[in-house]
């Protein structure tokens, strides 16, 4: 008798819990509003071609990764002809 009286309770436990979510679920529902800013936005999304990258650490960060895509594509060419050749394409 006692798993019978654990399971009983186990299912009104999760009835219980249910009933308790449907109700959270639909008071959210009804009082759900739109948030307003108290502040207006003031900063706008600009394209990426619109920004450019002057003297500094940044700039010299993107020069440096430049010039090491630059050389490794002599070495990435000569992979693909290798390839290319062992695939006899």
């Known amino acids: 008798m006692a798993v ?3 399971s009983a309770m186990t299912r009104r436990t999760i ?5 308790v979510m449907v109700a959270l679920v639909i008071a ?5 509003q739109q948030i307003k800013n108290a502040v207006p936005d003031v ?3 600009l394209p990426l071609s619109a920004v ?3 003297a500094g650490p940044l700039k010299r960060a993107q020069d440096l990764d430049a010039e090491y895509l630059l050389k490794l594509e002599p070495v990435m060419a000569e992979i693909i002809r290798r390839a290319k050749e062992r695939a006899g394409i």
Request: proline share 5%; charged share 20%; hydrophobic share 40%.
């Open 4 to 6: 019978n009286t654990e």
């Open 15 to 19: 009835l219980s819990l249910k009933i």
């Open 28 to 32: 959210g529902a009804v009082n759900a």
């Open 43 to 45: 900063a706008r999304p």
């Open 52 to 54: 450019r990258l002057t």
